[in-house]
């Protein structure tokens, strides 16, 4: 596996690659891979004849320095990983490589980046939204491949896409939890054991409100006990738990279509987000 820092080199490797007839496939990540990562590297390699992964820590959707300047940085852990993963080149610029001086521009997905996270945490759609757009312009995958776990992230992504007509087809692939149902993130690592004994309520308060609405159980009904479920497992704050339309996001007071549940909730200073379907 060869790692470029340049989009100068990284452009001549995707350039000889498509001259060859070869399809290329791209997953951005921020490192500090764990399985979850790495099931989209199998998914991209099953699905393009070369592979792309991507970690750059995107200063710009961070809505704290601290939360930035505490995020894992493992480069040459996830470096080896994703060699032994099949992975062909590893795009891992430094922040001016992607954001030269006198950057000015931003994409911005209006409605889908309002609610939920977007409502929390000011501008970090905006930041994946340009990071992912210059990930699609720089490497000109013809596929890309995103995570589940972050639904949100994932149907902005779709749109962007298609309003921008950046001919990338994007694949949402399933959310990897541990055995105990704690979907896996790069930020369980910051959990301390008391915490992270805690943190499957989430998903399992959220599984059990899942099955109680299609069971017929009113919305409101089921998510206000799924709030107490999770906030008596310990989390010190439920910052949003909601039923959604699956691709639109709207707010759904019953599961007339198909939809998601979308939850975000801190525990020891750590905010874990978690969804899961609620079809019909
Ligand atoms: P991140 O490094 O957190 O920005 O994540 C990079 C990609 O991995 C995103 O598309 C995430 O949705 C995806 N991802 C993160 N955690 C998981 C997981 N547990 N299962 C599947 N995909 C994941």
């Not at 300047?69 to 490589?97: I, N, Q, S």
């Not at 006990?225 to 738990?241: H, K, N, P, S, T």
Request: aromatic share 6%; glycine share 10%.
């Amino acid at each position: 596996m060869r790692t470029v820092r340049e989009v100068k080199a990284l452009r001549g490797v995707v350039a000889a690659w498509k001259a060859a007839g070869q399809t290329v496939g791209v997953v951005p990540t921020m490192g500090a891979l764990h399985p979850g990562h790495l099931s989209l590297i199998a998914a991209a390699r099953a699905g393009a004849d070369r592979v792309i992964a991507t970690i750059f820590v995107n200063p710009r959707q961070f809505d704290s320095p601290e939360d930035l300047a505490k995020y894992p940085r493992t480069e040459d852990r996830d470096a080896g990983m994703l060699a032994v993963a099949g992975v062909d080149l590893l795009f891992a610029p430094p922040p001016e490589a992607v954001y030269p001086q006198g950057f000015a521009t931003s994409v911005s997905v209006a409605g889908l980046s309002e609610g939920l996270c977007g409502a929390h945490r000011p501008g970090h759609f905006d930041g994946v939204a340009t990071v992912v757009t210059k990930l699609f312009l720089m490497t000109g995958a013809d596929r890309a491949f995103f995570g589940e776990k972050d639904w949100q992230q994932l149907q902005i992504v779709r749109r962007l896409a298609r309003d921008l007509n950046i001919p990338v087809a994007v694949t949402g692939c399933p959310t990897l939890r541990e055995a105990d149902g704690l979907a896996m993130s790069s930020r369980n690592t910051r959990l301390s054991p008391a915490d992270r004994a805690a943190a499957p309520a989430l998903h399992r308060a959220m599984s059990a409100a899942g099955s109680a609405i299609r069971g017929g159980t009113p919305v409101a009904d089921a998510l206000a006990r799924a709030r107490q479920d999770i906030l008596r497992a310990g989390f010190c704050e439920v910052e949003y738990l909601e039923l959604r339309g699956a691709e639109g996001l709207e707010p759904l007071d019953a599961p007339d279509r198909p939809a998601r549940l979308l939850a975000a909730a801190w525990l020891g200073g750590v905010r874990l987000i978690d969804n899961i379907v609620v079809d019909p």
